[in-house]
């Protein structure tokens, strides 16, 4: 079945280091393609979002480009601030399979000042 | 804020007990989706309604239930409850299925801890 990996956490880094999550996928058609952050205490929210190949979603100063060959849609961001100290999930959904939204396990980002 | 509205925030019970999680979805989302959320299990989907009927089902145990009603709100029913069913429910809400690439809101969530 459809799955989403992500890298393992937590991460922690210093204020302004780049950063990279990495999320692949597997999935039998053409998902669309998410990243939600969940701050402390708060539930999830959709930070950006591919619909199709070599699409790339960006928001907030993160990005992620929708890569069919490697099946991956890995999160950057230049610079990072301590208010990006969140959770970060990758996450596909299908049309075919009723849009159910197939999670990662999250990945856990501390920023340091 | 998303919209989404989930009570009760927190709930400490007694293992063996029946609890009712409620959601109400954003303002004319059809589908309401609900997870849970444990501290070494990530984001598990458990279950789907779509206009009242049953979707799609993901890891729901048996013990747990869940039902659309027709103004749309969702509760999900926990009942004999054990140590591990702790963890946070997230409830959230969708426009609908087939009609958008599948953004979901998401409401603060349900904090059970069963003691």
């Known amino acids: 079945g459809d799955s989403v990996t992500q890298m393992e956490g937590p991460v922690t880094l210093s204020e302004e280091a780049c950063l990279t999550i990495?999320?692949?996928?597997?999935?039998?058609?053409?998902?669309?393609l998410f990243w939600y952050v969940q701050y402390p205490g708060e539930g999830l929210q959709l930070l950006l979002k591919?619909?199709?190949?070599?699409d790339k979603g960006s928001n907030k100063g993160f990005e992620a480009t929708y890569r069919k060959e490697t099946t991956s849609f890995h999160l950057e961001k230049g610079s990072v601030q301590v208010s990006d100290s969140a959770v970060y999930f990758c996450?596909?959904?299908?049309?075919?399979?009723?849009?159910?939204?197939?999670f990662g396990a999250g990945t856990r980002l501390t920023v340091k000042p | 804020d998303s919209g989404v509205t989930q009570t009760p925030k927190h709930l400490i019970t007694a293992t063996g007990q029946r609890v009712t999680l409620r959601c109400s979805p954003r303002?004319?989302?059809?589908?309401v989706y609900w997870y849970q959320q444990s501290l070494d299990q990530g984001l598990q989907f458990l279950i789907q309604?779509?206009?009242?009927?049953?979707?799609a089902k993901g890891n729901i145990l048996e013990r747990f239930s869940a039902q659309q009603f027709p103004d749309l709100h969702s509760e999900l029913n926990l009942s004999s409850l054990e140590l591990g069913d702790s963890a946070l429910y997230f409830c959230?809400?969708?426009?609908?299925?087939?009609?958008?690439?599948?953004?979901?809101?998401f409401g603060e969530g349900s904090r059970l801890t069963v003691l």
């Open positions: 990495n999320c692949t996928y597997t999935a039998t058609g053409y998902p669309s």
């Open positions: 303002s004319g989302d059809l589908s």
């Open positions: 996450a596909l959904s299908e049309f075919h399979n009723n849009n159910d939204m197939r």
């Open positions: 591919a619909t199709k190949a070599d």
């Open positions: 959230a809400s969708s426009v609908g299925t087939g009609k958008n690439t599948g953004e979901l809101f």
């Open positions: 309604y779509y206009n009242g009927e049953e979707r």
